[in-house]
């Protein structure tokens, strides 16, 4: 059974970590594998009225079955995942893989305080493009060179791909969004790295023969944190409007909003592959759809916005979310058997 690779649409904070903890209660695979930056971006997991943020851990740990593995294309800072794995308590299925890249303190310090990334581009300050940057050269300390790391080291590929040929399933979970993209995105804007599912399956040690399907989430009202592009953004008061606030879960600052781009979606569809699609926030576009778990009760509105989302993008629409509770998503078509 091929990898299913979950990716971010648009410029992030579109429900990856909701998607996939739903995804993963359902399917029950046998490894969720993060790929990504690294802590620069957060998930959010709603259990209950409880909202839990990530920023290095795996949302498929709600699934406690779930082996949860660090690919090496990830940065890791020890600090951050170390009280990840004290909250969660997870440390008995967690795996970092040895060639994971190490943010220290002095890469944290130079994000914060450098006026290029800082003011210019708007940097989360978690470290993560000096940390890049040290890899390129070279000079880069690995998670295999890292004390307090070493009771979770492991040989993410191996396991991977150990798993894929016993026919096990395996997600690869990214975090970020294509719009962030240091190839594909809005440059300078943009993240440290490549961002597509592509590179997701590269972070994790996974080739492109083992992906079966690639899930682009996609939010009804796109959002972004920081400067950038934003060629949809609408009014913070039109946002409030229509009971739009969000923040983001690592930097805490307040989201831009925006509204739905078509022509993005497509491009973004393209570039990554996108057999399916996950749409959130339809509950925001008509607040009637608010938790509903059945595709023939959401309102005429929203099934029109589907519909034309699917023929944009050509994808289709498998996954819907209507509420921040990984229980309130209804599944159609390819998302029962992928």
């Known amino acids: 059974m091929p990898a299913i690779v979950i990716v971010g649409g648009q410029w992030g904070d579109e429900g990856k970590g909701k998607v996939v903890a739903h995804w993963c209660q359902r399917k029950r695979p046998s490894i969720v594998a993060r790929a990504g930056v690294g802590p ?18 795996p949302s498929g740990f709600v699934y406690e079955g779930a082996r949860l593995l660090i690919g090496p294309g990830v940065l890791v800072d020890p600090d951050v995942l170390l009280k990840e794995i004290e909250t969660l308590g997870v440390g008995d299925r967690l795996g970092v893989d040895r060639h994971c890249g190490i943010i220290e303190s002095k890469h944290r310090e130079e994000d ?11 940097t989360t300050g978690t470290g993560c493009g000096p940390a890049n940057r040290d890899r390129a050269l070279r ?4 998670a295999s060179d890292c004390d307090v790391l070493k009771p979770y080291l492991a040989d993410v590929p191996l396991e991977l791909n150990e798993s894929l040929s016993q026919g096990k399933r395996v997600l690869v979970e990214s975090a970020q969004g294509f719009g962030l993209s240091l190839f594909h995105g809005t440059y300078p804007y943009v993240t440290s790295k490549d961002t597509t599912a592509a590179q997701a399956a590269a972070d994790v040690g996974v080739g492109p023969t083992q992906v079966k399907e690639v899930i682009v989430i996609f939010k009804a009202f796109p959002s972004r944190v920081g400067k950038g592009p934003f060629p949809t953004e609408m009014p913070q008061e039109t946002a409030e409007g229509l009971g739009i606030m969000e923040y983001g879960t690592v930097t805490h600052r307040r989201r831009r909003i925006g509204h739905f781009d078509f022509a993005f979606a497509k491009r973004s569809c393209m570039l990554n592959g ?34 034309r989302v699917e023929t944009e993008t050509g994808t289709p629409v498998t996954l819907i979310s209507t509420g921040p509770s990984i229980d309130s998503i209804i599944e159609r078509g390819d998302a029962q058997t992928a």
């Open 40 to 57: 620069n971006a957060g998930h959010t997991v709603t259990i209950g009225d409880k909202a839990i943020g990530l920023q290095l851990t």
């Open 112 to 122: 914060r305080q450098s006026k290029h990334l800082a003011t210019g581009i708007g």
């Open 139 to 142: 000079t880069l300390r690995l």
């Open 274 to 307: 996108a057999t399916q699609i996950a749409l959130t926030k339809v509950d925001v576009l008509d607040p009637r759809c608010r938790d509903v778990k059945e595709y023939d009760q959401l309102t005429d509105k929203v099934v029109q916005f589907i519909h």
